[in-house]
């Protein structure tokens, strides 16, 4: 196993994975309390840890909360000019100067300019990167900034990520998160999971479905769950409560957790020790026992499976991405899953998609509509619970931005994938049902939303979140 002990911050970084689901929502009846006429009877208090935030930049004249609140977009300052030099006003796209020589008011974004970014799409997947170019360079006079509504901020983030495509701006591998980016991502998350509910459904759907899962092993010493998307970690934290309230409701201690997060590449070292130590602390103050270790990919064949300790399996599109598409390496992680025997793999897609296969074209019409529902339903929360501009604001920056340009570059490696749900089939796993207690509780979430549009459906074995139609998470199951 390969250790990250260099990659550690842990002594600097301390942050609350805060729970995903309301604090009074449990995940099982076992720790139910008595009910009133307004609250359904599986509410119970949690505890609550509070935790001191990562050290900010040593500057004299640093305000902290200005700071994290900043509207400045760090990419921004590191993104070439839109227009090459070698862009001829002649050609047949238009010279953008024309229209403000002519008019005093403000560019005006219509569907005319989505089918422009489509077309960019499309050269750019035939490789006329030229004529992307041109396009692209026509529309930033329409796409300056992320303004407007959903749709057209949506669209900008896209047109983007197509720019660094191209030959002359070509896109980079990140470093490792600096402090003061990962104190930014967690606001940032932190402000998603206050607004949306893709990653309260994504968690509670999972969580629910492990401790099922692990409910049917009967009783065991220690419980093994194999995360390959840890991120923060922040979607472990109901799941250790529930472990915790279940503990206290049968007077019982709990099984002994160990939790392996597979990380992608040494670069995500940083924030997964982050993740793991504050997932150890609340863990710690829960009264229960646990044991986080990090993995890179290339060496899960060093994992220790320990012989009768239930196993569950957590899948997301990230880590298919992050092996590149190629169908060898996607199998050969599937073969490994299968070896782990696990009881239960659930696959969680908060990506809006069911999986590769499409063109660079309708991936980006698929994106520009997904990331138009995602900020419109962050929009309606905002509004109906007072939350203001600003989350909203910290939400597109720290959330949807680093999505929107990690699914375009990485089309190239997905657009000959299968979708995910043959990927799974194909690699010998069967979909499983989920209980009726879990799509209870999923409408229970939609119902307690402070605002309307979300909706719960089933649909091909996935239990799915929508948004006034547009699919925003599905979650799966599946056994050997």
């Not at 991405?321 to 199998?331: H, I, K, V």
């Not at 509509?369 to 604001?393: C, F, I, K, L, N």
Request: proline share 8%; aromatic share 8%.
């Amino acid at each position: 196993m390969k250790s990250f002990k260099s990659l550690t911050t842990t002594d600097q970084f301390y942050y609350e994975p805060t729970s995903v689901l309301d604090p009074n929502l449990t995940s099982s009846p076992a720790s139910a309390v008595t009910a009133t006429t307004t609250t359904p009877p599986n509410l119970h208090p949690l505890p609550h840890h509070h935790h001191l935030l990562p050290a900010p930049p040593p500057t004299d004249d640093w305000d902290p909360v200005a700071w994290l609140l900043s509207e400045r977009d760090d990419a921004d300052l590191l993104r070439p000019p839109l227009i090459p030099q070698s862009f001829d006003p002649n050609t047949q796209f238009f010279n953008p100067l024309d229209d403000l020589l002519v008019s005093n008011s403000s560019p005006s974004f219509d569907r005319n300019h989505l089918d422009l970014l489509l077309q960019a799409a499309t050269y750019i997947e035939c490789g006329d990167f030229a004529s992307a170019q041109g396009i692209l360079a026509r529309l930033n006079y329409y796409l300056q900034s992320p303004s407007g509504n959903p749709i057209q901020r949506a669209a900008f983030h896209f047109k983007e990520a197509l720019l660094s495509l191209l030959p002359h701006n070509p896109s980079v591998s990140e470093p490792p998160l600096s402090a003061a980016q990962i104190v930014r991502r967690i606001g940032a998350h932190k402000a998603f999971s206050d607004l949306s509910l893709i990653p309260q459904f994504a968690s509670f759907t999972a969580n629910q479905t492990l401790l099922e899962a692990f409910d049917a092993a009967g009783a065991a010493a220690s419980v093994h769950v194999i995360d390959f998307d840890l991120g923060l970690g922040g979607q472990w934290s109901s799941f250790f409560q529930e472990l915790a309230a279940r503990s206290r409701t049968t007077r019982r201690p709990s099984p002994a957790i160990r939790l392996t997060a597979v990380v992608p590449d040494e670069s995500g070292g940083p924030e997964a020790a982050l993740a793991a130590e504050n997932l150890r602390d609340f863990a710690r103050g829960l009264g229960l026992r646990l044991a986080v270790d990090l993995v890179l990919a290339a060496s899960l064949s060093s994992l220790r499976l320990a012989t009768g300790e239930p196993v569950a399996v957590v899948l997301s599109p990230a880590i298919f991405r992050s092996l590149g598409g190629a169908p060898e390496s996607s199998a050969a992680l599937l073969r490994f899953v299968r070896r782990a025997s696990p009881r239960a793999v659930v696959f969680v897609d908060a990506d809006g998609g069911g999986g590769g296969g499409n063109s660079l074209r309708q991936s980006i019409a698929d994106g520009v509509d997904y990331y138009a529902a995602v900020m419109e339903s962050v929009e309606a929360a905002a509004a109906a619970t007072g939350a203001g501009d600003e989350p909203v604001r910290r939400v597109e920056r720290g959330v949807a931005r680093p999505r929107v340009f990690g699914s375009v570059c990485s089309w190239w490696t997905l657009s000959n994938s299968k979708p995910w749900a043959e990927l799974l089939s194909d690699s010998g796993f069967a979909s499983m049902a989920f209980s009726e207690f879990a799509e209870s509780q999923a409408e229970w979430l939609v119902q307690r939303a402070p605002s309307e549009g979300y909706h719960v459906a089933r649909r091909d074995g996935s239990l799915v979140l929508t948004w006034r139609g547009r699919q925003l998470a599905a979650t799966s199951a599946w056994r050997c």
